[in-house]
């Protein structure tokens, strides 16, 4: 099936974004983040990073609903969260999480060892289990108050991958916030445009942008909004970059409006 161009779906900005964020309590997004770093972690930059998530997962969720609905289905399943990857790659997040999901598994290959000899799923996971995997169950509460919000249900299966995709990915943006800040910036970055040879090419990342978020001042035992906008460009690229950035700035201002911690970052 031929992929959409993922700016053909992308929804607006929303202005409200401080109530929204709410799915992932900044007592969550701290947690994890203690998991992979022993910095302190900012209050902008913990409601940052819940941003970015729910972002991602709102994403995943919409491509999902379009997949079910074309099967006149309302509540959603695992196989719409592949339909829903498959035709926007940038949905692709989390990627640690598919050695564990039941959902994902045809997709990671099989392994055979020297006798070829079929090496089972357990062994490759190695004895230790990763924390963002055994922690993924803090996350359901939030993933299934997300769905509410976008008027969506889903079979406990989805509820499971969604919970082990938000945990997976909101690590992956911690480990990149840390480095960051010991990097004092981003030292190394890529631009990836997807598109068809007879489609116009896609706008680069802004430079100002780019920019604001290559060095970094502060000190370097603090995790500040910034740094998460700055992992969010590591981790994500394309529209649903510049849309996790966007939103992300809304509710972090919003914030700083209502509590006065203007100096906080």
């Not at 929303?14 to 910095?39: G, W």
């Not at 972690?41 to 729910?54: D, E, F, I």
């Not at 959902?103 to 963002?132: I, K, M, N, W």
Request: charge should be positive; glycine fraction near 8%; charged fraction near 25%.
């Amino acid at each position: 099936m031929t992929a959409q161009p993922a700016r053909q779906e992308r929804r607006a900005p929303e202005t409200a974004s401080v109530i929204h964020v709410s799915s992932f309590k900044p007592s969550l997004v701290k947690a994890v983040f203690r998991d992979v770093t022993p910095m302190h972690v900012s209050r902008s930059a913990a409601w940052a990073a819940a941003s970015v998530t729910r972002t991602v997962l709102t994403e995943i969720i919409e491509g999902a609903r379009r997949a079910a609905a074309e099967e006149s289905r309302n509540r959603l399943m695992p196989g719409d969260l592949i339909s829903a990857t498959d035709r926007n790659v940038e949905l692709e997040v989390g990627g640690e999480w598919y050695l564990h999901s039941p959902t994902f598994r045809c997709r990671t290959g099989d392994l055979y060892d020297a006798e070829g000899v079929l090496v089972p799923l357990r062994q490759r996971r190695g004895t230790r289990t990763p924390s963002a995997v055994a922690g993924a169950h803090r996350f359901e509460a939030g993933v299934r108050k997300l769905l509410r919000s976008q008027g969506a249900a889903a079979v406990p299966a989805m509820v499971r991958d969604l919970d082990g995709i938000a945990s997976v990915f909101l690590t992956d943006l911690a480990r990149g916030a840390a480095v960051v800040v010991r990097e004092g910036g981003v030292k190394r970055f890529g631009t990836v445009i997807l598109g068809t040879p007879d489609e116009a090419a896609a706008l680069p990342f802004p430079k100002d942008v780019l920019g604001a978020l290559s060095t970094r001042t502060g000190d370097r035992r603090t995790v500040g909004r910034d740094d998460v906008l700055a992992a969010t460009t590591m981790v994500l690229f394309g529209d649903l970059r510049q849309l996790a950035l966007t939103e992300a700035k809304v509710s972090t201002r919003n914030i700083s409006a209502s509590t006065g911690n203007e100096g906080e970052v």
